[in-house]
């Protein structure tokens, strides 16, 4: 009886007047709906039991997993936070000023700026955002981490031109123009910047806070291509890694408005992804520069791959220079077989990264790596 | 009578099955993300099939639907608990979808079919089967709309991946409505092929 049960919900006539029907399995009260039953204290306690026995299991998980869960968050963040700032070695969480985590970037043991994490309540959901501020306080970049807007009409806050809006802020007007279609979630993200500034941080408070020595923007920008210029003997190889491998990029991804995807040049083709991914994280908006840097990347977090530290003042000459300094590095530098074919061959370290990061299928998957 | 069970039992089916999709549907825009939820999908099915048959001999009958919800939910749970310690930055790509799974009605509706019915180890490889059927499922939805929703393959939290096309080629793929119609279009041809594979074995040689 119980399995013709699994296919249909009630019990009918049949069934009770089968011999098999155990009355008391159901205990219908009498002259009431067989259907509807009554509860009866058995299956009360049954399910009682079942659920604790869940809940027990899933809270001793809980408390095996919670710290490795809270270090990997916290590893994505840093590694977040540390890719605002394309020079910067190090990045630490500082404090959590009025529930929003500060973090703090090192360049040589230097602070070099910091960046706050605020979650703002989108059009469907939080989105979580990074403002980061450079030593001037001011906003020097913004990057959404991770929100679940519509997709091409929300999403559209991923962009590279809404965010330009916000760098040199506050010592520009905060007013930022919103995007069509996009209104409540691009003015989420206005107020996260808004509530980043109001938090009142200073970048000179935090070093005397550390008792750290500070570096600017455009000193990192001369200490970096200083030691570019001796570039052919590695003497470090933090130092001039950002600098090959950033550098081409710079100029082809903050130059505008390469949101279109109208850039050519080098860097396979990076620039008309950005931003039409929805709710994924940490890859949207802000272009990897170029391929070139993929080996490198994969081997360590601290390595800045990515888009430059657009700073309001030094911005003119961070543009220009590249193009004349870096062409001479990458032709010196021993890896420089793999910058040329953009397209194909650095490409492969990038296409494997997906399946072995996602360890419980990365062997029954093969076909595609 | 007869009417009411023949809609509860095969036409309900296909769709559920199709229903049960859909919080998948909003997480494979890219084959990362679809290799995510797949695994996470795979074993919270195995999972929740081997417990309810487990248990089967203990379950009232009245208590199937609570019981198997809870069980459902339970193995996603742990399931996203592992996930978020082991392998943080897909947890993160999956975001909310992850638990959500939970909901996921096709987890109930296997359980209630074979699970309640079988030994553990044959439930362990029913969902195998059911989960690796749906990971195909959406592993190509997440192809598809990769390839053609974004222009590229293989985008991930950790790199760009590969550049196929210069430019998206179908963007709308990547929206919803995209991933909506994708599926749309492959439960027609599964119904399709499911209505031949019946009318050949009601009748075998006039097909």
Same mark, same amino acid.
């Given at each position: 009886?119980?399995?013709?049960?699994?296919?249909?919900?009630?019990?009918?006539?049949?069934?009770?007047?089968?011999?098999?029907?155990?009355?008391?399995?159901?205990?219908?009260?009498?002259?009431?709906?067989?259907?509807?039953?009554?509860?009866?204290?058995?299956?009360?306690?049954?399910?009682?039991?079942?659920?604790?026995?869940?809940?027990?299991?899933?809270?001793?998980?809980?408390?095996?997993?919670?710290?490795?869960?809270?270090?990997g968050?916290?590893?994505?963040?840093?590694?977040?936070?540390?890719?605002?700032?394309?020079?910067?070695?190090?990045?630490?969480?500082?404090?959590?000023?009025?529930?929003?985590?500060?973090?703090?970037?090192?360049?040589?043991?230097?602070?070099?700026?910091?960046?706050?994490?605020?979650?703002?309540?989108?059009?469907?959901?939080?989105?979580?955002?990074?403002?980061?501020?450079?030593?001037?306080?001011?906003?020097?970049?913004?990057?959404?981490?991770s929100?679940s807007?519509?997709e091409?009409?929300?999403?559209?806050?991923?962009?590279?031109?809404?965010?330009?809006?916000?760098?040199?802020?506050?010592?520009?007007?905060?007013?930022?123009?919103?995007?069509?279609?996009?209104?409540?979630?691009?003015?989420?993200?206005?107020?996260?910047?808004?509530?980043?500034?109001?938090?009142?941080?200073?970048?000179?408070?935090?070093?005397?806070?550390?008792?750290?020595?500070?570096?600017?923007?455009?000193?990192?920008?001369?200490?970096?291509?200083?030691?570019?210029?001796?570039?052919?003997?590695?003497?470090?190889?933090?130092?001039?890694?950002?600098?090959?491998?950033?550098?081409?990029?710079?100029?082809?991804?903050?130059?505008?408005?390469?949101?279109?995807?109208?850039?050519?040049?080098?860097?396979?083709?990076?620039?008309?992804?950005?931003?039409?991914d929805g709710t994924t994280v940490?890859e949207?908006?802000?272009?990897?520069?170029?391929?070139?840097?993929?080996?490198?990347?994969?081997?360590?977090?601290?390595?800045?791959?990515?888009?430059?530290?657009?700073?309001?003042?030094?911005?003119?000459?961070?543009?220009?220079?590249?193009?004349?300094?870096?062409?001479?590095?990458?032709?010196?530098?021993?890896?420089?077989?793999?910058?040329?074919?953009?397209?194909?061959?650095?490409?492969?370290?990038?296409s494997s990264t997906p399946d072995s990061d996602s360890g419980e299928n990365s062997g029954g998957w093969p076909g595609w790596g | 009578?007869?009417?009411?069970?023949?809609?509860?039992?095969?036409?309900?089916?296909a769709?559920f099955q199709t229903l049960a999709l859909c919080p998948a549907l909003a997480v494979t825009t890219t084959i990362y993300r679809s290799l995510a939820i797949s695994a996470a999908l795979l074993v919270s099915i195995v999972l929740a099939g081997v417990l309810?048959?487990?248990?089967?001999?203990?379950?009232?009958?009245?208590?199937?639907?609570?019981?198997?919800?809870?069980?459902s939910s339970f193995s996603v749970t742990m399931v996203h608990l592992i996930m978020r310690a082991v392998f943080p930055s897909a947890a993160t790509a999956l975001g909310v979808y992850l638990p959500v799974l939970a909901v996921s009605c096709v987890i109930i509706l296997r359980l209630?079919?074979f699970s309640?019915? =079988?030994?553990?180890?044959?439930a362990a490889l029913d969902g195998l089967i059911t989960g690796a059927k749906f990971s195909a499922v959406m592993l190509s939805c997440g192809l598809i709309r990769e390839l053609f929703g974004k222009?590229r393959l293989f985008t991930s939290p950790m790199g760009?991946g590969l550049?196929?096309?210069?430019?998206?080629?179908?963007?709308?793929l990547a929206?919803p409505?995209g991933a909506l119609l994708l599926i749309a279009a492959a439960a027609?041809a599964m119904?399709?092929?499911?209505?031949?594979?019946?009318?050949?074995?009601? =009748?075998?040689?006039?097909?």
């Open positions: 009886m119980k399995e013709k049960d699994f296919r249909e919900n009630r019990l009918t006539e049949e069934d009770i007047n089968s011999p098999e029907f155990d009355p008391e399995e159901f205990a219908p009260a009498p002259g009431q709906n067989i259907a509807a039953g009554v509860p009866n204290m058995k299956n009360s306690l049954f399910l009682v039991i079942l659920c604790a026995a869940c809940a027990l299991i899933l809270a001793v998980t809980n408390v095996f997993t919670v710290f490795a869960a809270e270090k968050i916290k590893d994505l963040r840093r590694e977040a936070v540390l890719n605002l700032f394309p020079d910067c070695d190090r990045a630490e969480l500082y404090d959590t000023v009025e529930g929003c985590p500060v973090y703090v970037v090192y360049y040589k043991g230097k602070l070099a700026g910091y960046a706050v994490y605020v979650t703002e309540d989108g059009y469907i959901g939080p989105i979580e955002m990074l403002v980061a501020m450079d030593s001037d306080n001011k906003v020097s970049q913004v990057k959404i981490v929100h807007e519509s091409g009409l929300g999403s559209k806050i991923c962009k590279n031109k809404f965010f330009e809006q916000f760098v040199g802020m506050p010592d520009e007007e905060i007013d930022a123009d919103l995007i069509s279609g996009a209104t409540v979630s691009s003015r989420a993200v206005e107020n996260g910047v808004k509530r980043v500034l109001d938090l009142g941080l200073d970048f000179l408070a935090i070093a005397e806070d550390l008792d750290v020595e500070t570096i600017s923007a455009a000193e990192i920008e001369d200490d970096v291509q200083k030691e570019n210029k001796p570039g052919s003997d590695t003497t470090s190889d933090d130092t001039t890694r950002p600098a090959v491998t950033t550098r081409p990029g710079d100029d082809t991804v903050f130059g505008g408005d390469n949101v279109g995807g109208s850039n050519s040049n080098a860097g396979g083709g990076d620039a008309s992804a950005n931003g039409v940490y949207t908006e802000t272009e990897k520069p170029d391929e070139t840097s993929a080996e490198d990347r994969t081997d360590e977090i601290t390595d800045p791959p990515e888009t430059p530290a657009v700073t309001a003042e030094p911005q003119p000459p961070v543009t220009a220079a590249p193009p004349s300094t870096t062409a001479p590095e990458e032709s010196s530098k021993p890896d420089d077989s793999t910058v040329p074919p953009d397209t194909s061959a650095p490409e492969e370290p990038d | 009578m007869l009417l009411k069970t023949k809609l509860k039992s095969s036409e309900s089916l769709l309810v048959s487990v248990l089967r001999k203990m379950i009232p009958t009245k208590l199937r639907g609570p019981v198997y919800l809870l069980l209630e079919i309640a019915l =079988n030994t553990p180890g044959l222009g760009e550049k196929i096309f210069p430019a998206a080629p179908v963007s709308f929206q409505a027609a119904q399709y092929i499911q209505a031949r594979r019946e009318a050949k074995a009601e =009748n075998p040689e006039t097909v």
